[in-house]
């Protein structure tokens, strides 16, 4: 099997082809189009017709069986371009084999998107560096840019249109205020030029004080006329040079990042200031709800406790982006209660791509199913669009891990369609991203996919632990940590509060009450402890080490066959791989190998650490029958990760808070 370096992704698609195929016209997104089937397409001949559509949204399409050719139809050159892509997804999933539904006369399915903005968040900096990035650096090279343009941009653009993504957000949300400057807007335009014929319009981060910082304006002050102006000329210089600028994200009084906070203002204010500039041009604010300003209000409660009172105050080109759940990005967490409480304001949700607190590129830790959870409580519907921090970077397979390259497939694919199961993306992407697996070892690998992220959550932080990670870097265990003068909030042992009688955080109407923040029925639920789903058990509730779980065991006991039936996942999904040798090129077989002995042994490390941490409160014993520890606490105690290695920019900022 020849060697593949991953560099592909899941468009391994066959060459030279010679597929009959017309399109209306030629233009730069139907040329696309067209040499993409031309080269991959097997079947019969197929014709691309632009047509308006009741049943269609401007990127939707039609693929359908009509006198012996494929027709595809859209409203849009993008819709089309989706298509073609849609169908060699169903050649390469083996969906258009004889017999198979698309092979009757009378075949035609329809396709619309759940949301007009599917969007990817790069948190890269201009210095090339990838805040919470573990690909190598970031794929723009602002320091070539504009005269020299890298062949990964175009495929780039691809995986993207392939699997639907129409929006990139270039630049860390701790924005450099530089992004603004002339000489970087002839940048992003060579990248948007590049990206427009794959539908992907252009978005960037922009800095609250930037007025201040690049044109030393006295105050950035969202009502100051000079303020007002500066922004409103900012614009018109973007869109004389980007016309299909997509708009702002902001990150605002969070984190060391200015806004309107800082000038006595609301963050409705801020936003609208920024709307009011786009507005002519159609452009949009994704304005950020991840905020925790200092309060003695429980962490988990901040942002609702900031935003739920602005709702209805936003303009109407405002998108309020709001983090699944309520901390950050935890292997598991219950839905951020902004969720529903917006009623009067338009939501996007934001996931998080790269693996920032589930072993970054090193494990396998495949993302739908954690989506999926999230999309059973939050409708849908109910949101305006998705936004996902990406995971790529410079690195030859763009991901780090083979395995992470399905992470970014599963949210184009979900955020096109959130109805889709995990299971099938997962089936699709190894059906695209592999040689042919034979049915057992595929649906072996395709189990592994789904049971991983749960995985992580049991070996990391099993029934609604969280937040007890190592500091800075958030790869490794650190319940432990303590760091004179550090904010509460960032340290472990205010998420886990382990004591004598118990473990867990209590946000019933006891505790913080974060609970009565849900709609009453499921306020009810989280509140008792009885009710709680154990997943989110220490999530809500801080429970003594003898309570009783459902399975019978006490709390301590549970926790412990938790974090073991993690380790032996890890275990299991090595066994899988290893048995799947024959299946998969050698290059990537050796890869995924290796990063699987670092996560069955980060697996241990996690459980070790938490354990024997933990213990020292619970004062009771590790049940016998589970494999013993293999590391000392104090052992433990001493890992300390250069940070500097996990290309984390906030380290600087994390430590002037400390
Ligand atoms: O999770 C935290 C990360 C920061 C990040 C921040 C945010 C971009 O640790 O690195 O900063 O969230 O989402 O703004």
């Given amino acids: 099997m020849a060697a593949e370096d991953g560099s592909h992704l899941w468009l391994r698609l066959p060459a030279g082809a010679q597929a009959q195929v ?36 401007p990127e939707g399409f039609r693929i359908q069986r009509k006198d012996g050719r494929i027709v595809l139809a859209s409203p849009t050159e993008t819709g089309l371009l989706y298509a073609a892509y849609h169908l060699l997804r169903l050649q390469e999933t083996g969906r258009c084999t004889t017999g198979s539904p698309f092979s009757a006369p009378d075949f035609q399915l329809t396709e619309n998107p759940a949301y007009s903005l599917r969007i990817l968040n790069h948190w890269d900096n201009l210095n090339r560096t990838v805040e919470r990035g573990y690909a190598g650096q970031s794929l723009w090279n602002w320091e070539e840019l504009p005269d020299t ?65 690049l044109d030393s304006l006295s105050t950035a002050d969202p009502l100051d006329k000079e303020v007002i102006r500066w922004w409103k000329n900012k614009v018109k210089e973007i869109y004389r040079i980007i016309p299909d600028f997509g708009g702002f994200l902001v990150k605002a009084n969070s984190e060391g990042q200015p806004g309107p906070c800082d000038f006595g203002r609301t963050h409705a204010e801020g936003a609208n200031m920024l709307a009011d500039a786009l507005k002519p041009y159609k452009g949009i604010v994704m304005w950020r709800a991840f905020v925790y300003s ?96 990406a995971n790529i970077g410079t690195d030859t397979n763009w991901c780090g891990h083979t395995f992470a390259q399905a992470n970014w497939y599963a949210f184009g694919r979900l955020a096109w369609q959130p109805s889709l199961s995990s299971e099938d993306i997962a089936g699709e992407w190894l059906a695209q991203t592999f040689q042919p697996l034979g049915n057992e070892t595929g649906s072996r690998l395709k189990k592994m996919m789904l049971d991983s992220r749960e995985a992580v959550v049991n070996y990391m932080m099993p029934l609604g632990l969280h937040h007890i990670f190592a500091w800075g870097h958030h790869y490794g265990p650190e319940p432990w940590c303590i760091i004179p003068g550090a904010r509460p909030d960032w340290l472990p042992s205010y998420y886990h509060r382990a004591d004598k009688q118990g473990i867990g955080f209590d946000r019933s109407s006891k505790g913080s009450n974060a609970v009565a923040q849900y709609p009453e029925a499921l306020a009810k639920q989280y509140g008792n402890i009885d009710t709680c789903p154990e997943e989110y058990l220490l999530w809500f509730h801080h429970v003594p080490w003898t309570y009783r779980m459902k399975n019978g065991r006490n709390l301590w006991d549970e926790l412990c066959y938790r974090y073991d039936s993690g380790v032996r996942q890890v275990r299991e999904f090595q066994k899988v791989w290893d048995a799947a040798e024959k299946y998969i090129d050698a290059e990537r077989f050796r890869e995924v190998q290796s990063h699987l002995r670092i996560q069955a042994r980060d697996a241990v490390w996690w459980k070790d650490a938490c354990l024997l941490y933990f213990q020292k409160f619970s004062g009771m014993p590790i049940p016998y029958d589970i494999e013993r520890p293999v590391h000392s606490l104090k052992d433990l105690q001493e890992v300390h990760l250069p940070i500097s290695n996990f290309e984390c920019p906030t380290e600087e900022l994390l430590n002037r808070n400390r």
């Fill in 22 to 57: 017309s399109a209306p016209r030629s233009s730069p997104t139907l040329d696309i189009a067209v040499s993409e089937l031309q080269q991959a397409w097997k079947g019969a001949p197929v014709q691309l017709i632009v047509k308006k559509d009741k049943q269609l949204q």
């Fill in 149 to 213: 343009l890298s062949g990964r941009y175009e495929a780039y653009a691809r995986a993207n249109a392939s699997i639907g993504i129409n929006g990139k957000v270039l630049n860390n949300v701790n924005a450099s205020p530089k992004i603004l400057s002339a000489g970087y807007l002839q940048k992003v335009k060579a990248l948007a030029d590049i990206f427009r014929p794959y539908g992907l319009r252009v978005y960037l981060s922009v800095n609250f004080a930037s007025p201040m910082i």
């Fill in 294 to 389: 200092p309060s003695d209000a429980d962490r988990a409660k901040q942002a609702y406790l900031e935003f739920k009172p602005l709702d209805g105050q936003f303009r109407s080109n405002v998108i309020v982006q709001v983090k699944n759940g309520p901390i950050d990005f935890q292997p598991r967490e219950p839905y951020s209660p902004l969720f529903g409480a917006m009623q009067h304001t338009p939501l996007m949700a934001e996931f998080q791509v790269t693996q920032e607190y589930l072993g970054h590129s090193n494990h396998i830790a495949y993302l739908a199913p954690m989506w999926k959870e999230f999309f059973e409580l939050v409708p849908p519907a109910s949101l305006k669009a998705i936004a996902g921090v």
